[in-house]
């Protein structure tokens, strides 16, 4: 079993954040298939391309904002089935801690969102996706999360960001729903700070959770997803976003998900993803 060296913390019940893997892509629907081996896939590439080994001795790398230090990660292994998952994230919040999940296919959200709902209420959820995964004519698999997830997100309070695939009846439900867009290009015209100022203010006051499908990134950087879709954010754009949000506090959780592997190009996206793990835990404020 691959452990992210990031973890520190010798027992869950010690941890200020906990990650989980989530090997699973049974809910998915893309031709490209491998998200199964992403989580483990992940945790390779954060230890490979965040530590160094010199002169005997392991070196972490630091962020570019925020610390590591004080906080205890707990890399919880992955989880057998969705059931093990909701029950995993339910305890995890019920101790005051932060779930980081791993996927997997996009569908996992819909489980987590259901257990960290139930304890902390309706959340606002920021969703990261070229798509917005608002269908409603099909349910219960990867491109449905939003439409399964209803009872539990306060849309008035929520986003998609990076959207740019849609299809009609989810621009339609998203616009029913009062689900705020931004799309790549609102956000060249806007400026990244005028973008995640308007996505604080959204969702000011309120329990965030943030969902990252790793093909909101355009495919240059991010070409290893299961669904690219060209015209997407650079990975500069969303380091920025992401730890904007996550150091305004009140996040109850985060999952980055839809990494396919098999599709990857030298380890780019994966190594990717793994920063994006890193920078948001190191901007997480602790409690």
């Given at each position: 079993m691959v452990r992210l060296r990031r973890s520190n913390a010798s027992r869950i019940?010690?941890?200020?954040i906990v990650v989980i893997g989530v090997p699973d892509e049974s809910r998915s629907h893309a031709k490209r298939k491998s998200t199964s081996r992403a989580p483990d896939v992940l945790r390779i590439a954060a230890n490979e391309s965040e530590f160094f080994e010199r002169g005997g001795k392991l070196i972490p790398t630091c962020p570019m904002r925020g610390t590591f230090d004080n906080k205890q990660v707990f890399d919880a292994g992955n989880a057998s089935d969705r059931q093990e998952l909701h029950r995993l994230v339910s305890d995890v919040v019920s101790?005051?801690?932060?779930?980081i999940m791993i996927g997997g296919d996009h569908s996992l959200t819909t489980e987590v969102l259901s257990a960290v709902s139930k304890a902390a209420g309706k959340l606002s959820l920021l969703y990261f996706d070229a798509h917005p995964d608002f269908v409603s004519s099909a349910r219960n698999y990867y491109g449905s999360v939003l439409t399964d997830s209803t009872q539990s997100l306060d849309f008035r309070k929520s986003m998609l960001i990076g959207t740019r695939a849609a299809e009609p009846e989810e621009l339609e439900n998203a616009?029913?729903?009062?689900?705020?867009?931004?799309?790549?290009?609102?956000?060249?015209?806007?400026?990244?700070?005028?973008?995640a100022e308007m996505i604080k203010s959204r969702t000011a006051g309120?329990?965030?959770?943030?969902?990252v499908?790793?093909?909101c990134l355009d495919p240059a950087?991010?070409?290893?997803?299961?669904?690219?879709s060209?015209?997407?954010l650079s990975s500069v754009d969303i380091i920025y976003l992401l730890k904007s949000i996550v150091s305004s506090g009140n996040i109850t959780g985060l999952d980055i998900v839809e990494l396919a592997p098999d599709y990857d190009v030298n380890g780019m996206t994966a190594t990717l993803a793994a920063r994006i793990l890193s920078e948001c835990i190191a901007s997480i404020k602790q409690k």
């Open positions: 019940e010690d941890a200020d101790r005051g801690q932060v779930p616009n029913q729903a009062g689900l705020q867009i931004i799309n790549p290009l609102d956000i060249a015209e806007l400026g990244v700070h005028k973008a309120s329990k965030i959770y943030i969902s499908d790793l093909d950087f991010a070409p290893g997803v299961s669904v690219p060209p015209g997407g």
